[in-house]
């Protein structure tokens, strides 16, 4: 309620009162109205601070919703993919028993190449285990990865301009050509260099990645005066995406790896206008050193 639609009843009353009372009643009256109205407006401020309390702790609220729905996405695709590895090793186990039977038919001279042979499976299973539990070490990385690329990412940006997904050691990013680039050419938009700048700040939070950033295109020809195909046109666009990252956002350029894919690799037909859009993409892929990967696979690492 506006206050001002208390003054002008109480102004009123106070004229009509002023003209059968004395001036020292008229002040008492005066100064008790006055005070009723200071409590009025405090009470007033006080309910708005309140409303906008409220307010800002229902949007915490929604933020906090958001994330968590968006981590147990990616947990129910991690499930999924640790389910296939779980059958993949019950196999190899029945594989591994089928040919311990077959060798107990063996003579006492093959016995001896027998136990060899066991102690052999033995390491080979202590290095099945040690690949196991650097691929869920893996896979908690690249999901924490992918919330916080989700979190970042999520405000002020079209759910079909950018796409973030966890797909066995890497983590993707899709985003949309419209977004990127202006139209037929490899000039970055300014929306683009934001969008870059929050990919920019996870990826300097890891010192054990490299980034790919591979462009497409559709099938439609092109050819200008700058661009002589849409092979050309691809990489270029991956080279202006990879300059911003390392001179605008100061990425270490020896992380950085550009690619063109040209128009193949395609994600839908391109005889339709919303095929050849899905298309013309640019995707940042997130995964680990191969370094990492040979030590790994190295079997003097194996206790």
Not at 57 to 65: I, R, V, Y
Not at 172 to 186: A, E, R, T, V
Not at 201 to 227: A, F, K, L, W
Not at 236 to 250: D, E, G, I
Request: net charge neutral; with cysteine; charged share 30%.
């Amino acid at each position: 309620m506006k206050i001002g639609n208390v003054i002008i009843p109480l102004l009123a009353l106070v004229i009509l009162a002023s003209s059968c009372v004395s001036k020292k009643r008229f002040n008492e009256m005066e100064a008790s109205y006055r005070k009723d109205l200071s409590y009025k407006q405090a009470e007033f401020d006080q309910c708005s601070d309140d409303l906008n309390r409220t307010k800002s702790m229902l949007n915490e609220c929604k933020q906090e919703l958001t994330l968590a729905n968006n981590t147990y996405d990616l947990k129910g695709e991690q499930i999924e993919t640790l389910k296939k590895q779980v059958e993949d090793y019950r196999r190899m186990s029945e594989k591994q028993v089928e040919q311990v039977g077959e060798l107990t038919v063996l003579s006492k001279s093959a016995n001896d190449n027998m136990k060899n042979t066991l102690d052999q499976l033995a390491k080979k299973d202590q290095y099945i285990h040690l690949i196991q539990a650097a691929k869920s070490k893996s896979d908690s990385i690249n999901l924490a990865l992918a919330v916080n690329l989700k979190t970042v990412l999520k405000d002020g940006i079209m759910d079909d301009d950018v796409d973030v997904k966890v797909d066995k050691t890497v983590v993707f990013i899709n985003l949309s050509d419209k977004m990127l680039y202006q139209s037929g050419s490899s000039n970055l938009t300014p929306r683009a260099k934001e969008v870059l700048g929050k990919i920019a700040q996870i990826i300097e939070s890891r010192s054990d990645i490299e980034v790919m950033v591979e462009g497409y295109t559709d099938n439609v020809p092109i050819s200008t005066e700058c661009i002589t195909d849409n092979w050309d046109l691809s990489v270029k666009r991956a080279t202006s995406v990879v300059r911003v990252l390392q001179n605008q956002y100061h990425v270490d350029p020896n992380k950085l790896i550009a690619a063109g894919r040209g128009e193949y690799n395609t994600l839908a037909s391109n005889d339709t206008a919303s095929g050849r859009a899905t298309n013309r993409r640019t995707r940042i892929i997130i995964l680990p050193k191969l370094d990492q990967f040979y030590d790994l696979l190295n079997p003097d690492n194996v206790k």
